[in-house]
């Protein structure tokens, strides 16, 4: 075969391009001409049809809105169900004159600027037939006022309709999350048409994370109307499908035993089974309402709530960050004996302070007076500070930072709900990125004693601790036991999924680290000992005492003068039964002072809840 | 032919037209109908004089940006056609990351001063590259400038498939193809390629999308299963159209367009309420009209000297047609319905853009032609 001619033939390039130019030409002209015969058959052929069909317009679709699915507690007991509430809607195209109706009712029920708003922009994003509700949650009163009346009003309709409800209030709040009205924002994130008949939507927690399983599946009705809008029979319909079930692995009598137990403090607790992540409570103090949210807060209430000093919105327990103070020992006792860096006999002798050699700055220690010789079980069980610092300058940060990202420190647990933030492992690294400066060797030291840049959030503390409690398995904490499936209501079990694990060098060194912690709470001088009255089992503790403000090198921190809001956090970490961990806690007790005197006791109740009245 | 046009009229309005390498019919015929759009929009949009306003805003700026690009020499087209297929592809990927969600879909990029879709600069930069590449190569293309195009055009259409934006897609893929089928593809390769894409399309369909998106496909290609979503919208456009009539029932009288029962019927579902009010006689007057457009871009592509003008152009002027024909066909229930507009009437600034860029291109490769001879 000759070869292809290597030059370009403008002759004929040009003649092949007008070649095809051509067939595109007739191609478009085949295809338009099917356009307009398709035209011709609908505005010609069928034109009666669709006439008719265009005069009437008689046929109208309606979304109907699924239930949404119920949330259980791990023994059945309901955290949220649906419960019928009088709605005020409208249908605007059966409104003549909508500014002035919108007037009138004025007279008879009271409705927010912002919930005018909220119709406006549903009015907009609904069709003209579908009833838009104005009101939610009308009281009986306002629905015998409005009834009387509302033969006056032309296209004004009260509805009963499925609306969430938490039965229990409070209760547990900041675990499950809440619903609201579905917003402009929450409408870019969801699939408009699943949501065509639906209100609210889940906000947070749980109930927005677990948003696809709750929502279930809009249903669809044809319905034949009359000139004036009015539904005369339904031609067709496939109805919605519930949202499915959860099943929680909270306990909400344990939850509650947490909550009681806070009184009137701030803080947080978790409580998880170290066995396989299931969180067993998660509590954040103080707790609000959430049924306030479903129908649209008012804003004084709002505002109550937001700018209340407690900060009840806030959830401590996912999004809160604290030094974990001295319950981050345990961890550095550990890495100190893995990394062969310490014994557990070598002794620090504590006078109260320690210093950096060549260096002026006295690093202080809880107890002015010292300690005296410490080893490392005395060093935990008494908590303290000099030897940790002396640890500290021996392990190093880099050292420090990589055992405790082990134990799931600085990165989020990856729990099934929202909110969550990483807490902070510093480093090196880090520093350099976000400040811009080198680490400084006293940095390392306060990192030892778990103050300074290292921060966690009440959940990872709990989790770190629980994979401490079962020798380095650390699992992704949960909250949703089982997925109950609708319609064939069968139970999917979420499986526990390991996170991360830590292999232990020598299993001496945990026990070692381990008979410490259990010392602090049954051991004569432990920091813990106070709750060791009548314990029928053994706990593993550990105590923490996290500064909210730096007490200046010549000053003394005073507990009796220092304002309320800048006293010290209170700390407790715990997992019982000792030999055989069932359940591990961190409680945080915010300006509590000492965690010994305040946090160990919520620990301890919480603990007698779950191992003594479970069996 | 023109030469002795120009000799013998020598009036303002064309020496104007010379002056500024316009192309007087093609641009009449584009003014004539984006003034018929307005119309139309005032009626869709309820009578909101804001609308219109703002749209004919749109119309003078895209005109403006018109007349810009006709004054590009060809020569400067060849050349930036890889800068701009670069920028494009750079801020596809961008939008990736830190682009503006709008109704469940990932397209617009906030640069501060201007909100974009970057998936617009790649329907003008796509045909550029591939008429740029194929313009040097000898056609019919051979099966290596076959694979570099393919690559070149599969990657800007996979990005914005999966913002996802189906109806951009479509026409940026339509767009580099038609560059490859004037270039004299052949119809055995065309024919196996067609065979692979239907065999891969299962696969494609099963690993490169995300579920909702198969879920949104899905309901596109059965329109009536969805009763609440697009389903309702082709049932009450068909109505609208079918209920027009011959002539229509008059400008501002569609009873479906005024009752709102037509949703988009300012954007992509223009169509319907064209179709109620102006009737069949109305339509097949529109789509004359639009006809006469992709014809004389289509006559200056068979008319420039060089193989690039040929292929642009050509290439244009068959995109601007894939527009009119999966819109009309959307509307009219004949297609799935995808975010394709009516072009130069659908309320909206950004297609406007491209498409009056695109043209002010095809008139500057008609000038071309004329200073080269």
Redesign the interface.
């Known amino acids: 075969m000759p070869k292809r001619e290597q030059l370009q033939d403008d002759y004929l390039e040009s003649r092949l391009i007008r070649r095809r130019l051509v067939l595109s030409a007739i191609f478009i002209v085949i295809l338009l001409s099917l356009v307009l015969g398709r035209l011709y058959v609908l505005q010609i052929v069928e034109h009666e049809h669709f006439s008719t069909l265009s005069d009437s317009n008689r046929v109208r679709i309606k979304a109907l809105p699924p239930t949404r699915g119920l949330i259980f507690d791990r023994h059945g007991v309901v955290m949220a169900d649906n419960l019928p509430a009088y709605r005020l809607e409208i249908v605007r195209e059966q409104v003549e004159d909508l500014d002035n109706t919108l007037l009138q009712l004025r007279q008879y029920v009271e409705y927010s600027d912002q919930e005018l708003k909220r119709f406006k922009q549903s009015l907009k994003r609904r069709r003209p037939f579908e009833s838009i509700p104005l009101r939610l949650n009308l009281n009986d009163e306002e629905v015998a006022r409005l009834a009387v009346n509302l033969h006056r009003f032309e296209g004004v309709e009260i509805n009963a309709r499925l609306t969430r409800n938490y039965p229990q209030g409070a209760h547990a709040v900041h675990a499950l999350g809440y619903v609201g009205r579905i917003d402009e924002r929450d409408l870019g994130e969801v699939d408009g048409v699943e949501y065509a008949g639906s209100t609210h939507i889940g906000k947070l927690g749980l109930e927005k994370f677990y948003e696809h399983e709750l929502h279930g599946t809009v249903g669809v009705q044809h319905v034949e109307v009359n000139a004036n809008g009015r539904t005369l029979r339904v031609l067709d319909e496939s109805p919605p499908m519930q949202g499915n079930n959860l099943h929680l692995t909270i306990d909400s009598s344990l939850q509650k035993v947490a909550e009681e137990a806070f009184g009137n403090n701030s803080g947080a607790v978790v409580a998880i089974d170290p066995n396989n992540g299931e969180i067993l409570a998660l509590v954040s103090m103080p707790i609000f309402n959430p049924n306030l949210f479903v129908n649209g807060i008012s804003f004084n209430k709002y505002n109550e709530l937001r700018d209340s000093h407690q900060r009840p919105l806030f959830n401590r327990a996912l999004s809160g960050q604290y030094p974990p103070g001295s319950t981050s020992k345990p961890f550095y006792g550990l890495a100190g004996l893995e990394l062969a860096t310490a014994t557990k006999d070598q002794e620090t002798y504590c006078i109260g302070f320690y210093k950096l050699p060549n260096e002026e700055r006295k690093y202080r220690d809880w107890k002015k007076q010292g300690h005296g010789h410490m080893n490392l079980t005395d060093a935990i069980t008494q908590s303290c500070d000099v030897y940790f610092y002396d640890l500290a300058y021996r392990l190093g940060i880099d050292r420090m930072s990589s055992f405790l990202g082990q134990f799931g420190f600085g990165v989020k647990t990856g729990v099934d709900s929202t909110g969550e933030r990483n807490g902070l492992l510093p480093s090196r690294e880090w520093k350099r990125r976000h400040e811009g400066m080198p680490w400084f060797p006293g940095e390392t030291l306060i990192t030892g004693i778990g103050q300074g840049a290292l921060l966690v959030t009440p959940l990872q503390l709990a989790n770190s601790t629980a994979a401490f409690a079962v020798r380095g398995t650390r699992y992704q904490p949960h909250l949703v036991k089982s997925v109950e499936k609708v319609p064939e209501y069968n139970r999917i079990e979420i499986a526990s999924r390991v996170a991360g694990r830590y292999e232990i060098q020598k299993q001496q060194n945990w026990e070692h680290v381990h008979k410490a912690m259990v010392n602090v709470v049954h051991g004569l001088r432990g920091t813990a000992h106070g709750i060791s009255q009548g314990l029928e089992y053994k706990v593993a503790g550990k105590t923490g005492t996290a500064q909210v403000f730096e007490v200046a090198q010549d000053e003394e921190y005073d507990e009796e003068t220092v304002l309320e809001k800048l006293r010290d956090h209170a700390l407790f970490v715990s997992y019982a039964p000792a030999d055989d961990p069932q359940i591990a806690i961190a409680v945080i007790v915010e300006n509590g002072g000492h965690g010994s005197s305040v946090a160990a006791p919520i620990a301890r109740r919480i603990m007698d809840a779950y191992l003594l009245e479970r069996s | 032919m023109n030469q002795t046009l120009d000799s013998d009229s020598t009036s303002i309005t064309r020496r104007v037209m010379d002056a500024l390498r316009l192309d007087p019919v093609l641009l009449s015929l584009l003014i004539i109908l984006a003034l018929f759009g307005s119309m139309v929009l005032y009626s869709a949009s309820g009578s909101d004089q804001a609308v219109v306003i703002r749209q004919m805003t749109r119309i003078v700026v895209a005109l403006l940006l018109l007349v810009a690009a006709a004054n590009i020499p060809l020569r400067m087209i060849r050349k930036i056609s890889i800068w701009l297929y670069l920028a494009g592809l750079a801020m596809l990927i961008a939008v990736m990351f830190y682009g503006e969600?709008?109704?469940?879909a990932q397209r617009w990029l906030n640069l501060g001063f201007i909100r974009f879709q970057p998936s617009e600069i790649l329907k003008l930069a796509v045909p550029m590259i591939v008429a740029t590449y194929l313009s040097n190569r000898?056609?019919?293309v051979g099966l290596k400038e076959l694979v570099v195009s393919s690559v070149l055009v599969a990657i800007p259409v996979i990005l914005i498939a999966r913002q996802p934006d189906l109806g951009t897609a479509i026409l940026v893929g339509s767009a580099g193809f038609?560059v490859l089928?004037?270039?004299?593809v052949r119809w055995r390769v065309m024919i196996s390629l067609g065979v692979l894409l239907s065999l891969m399309a299962p696969l494609l369909w099963k690993f490169a999308l995300h579920d909702?998106q198969r879920?949104r496909i899905a309901t596109l290609l059965d329109p009536e299963s969805?009763?609440?979503?697009s389903g309702?919208h082709i049932i009450q456009s068909?109505?609208?159209?079918?209920?027009?009539?011959?002539y229509g029932k008059g400008w501002l009288n569609g009873?479906?367009s005024q009752?709102?029962?037509i949703p988009e019927r300012s954007t992509d579902f223009i169509f319907s309420v064209f179709?109620e009010e102006f009737?069949?006689f109305g339509?097949?007057v529109l789509?004359l009209i639009y006809?006469a457009i992709?014809?004389r871009g289509?006559y200056i592509?068979?008319h420039s000297t060089?193989?690039f003008g040929?292929?642009l152009a050509?290439a244009f002027s068959?995109t601007f047609?894939v527009y009119?024909?999966v819109n009309?066909?959307m509307v009219?229930?004949?297609l799935p319905v995808v975010g394709v507009p009516l072009p130069l009437i659908s309320y909206g600034g950004t297609s406007m853009v491209t498409l009056m860029m695109g043209f002010g291109l095809i008139m500057s490769i008609r000038s071309a032609k004329r200073f080269l001879v």
């Open positions: 969600v709008g109704k469940g000898v056609l019919p038609f089928f004037l270039a004299g909702y879920n969805d009763p609440l979503g309702y068909k109505i609208a159209i079918g209920s027009g009539g011959v009873t479906q009752l709102d029962f179709g009737g069949f339509s097949i789509i006809v992709i014809f289509l592509a068979a060089e193989n040929r292929l050509g068959l047609f009119l024909f009309t066909g009219a229930g004949m």
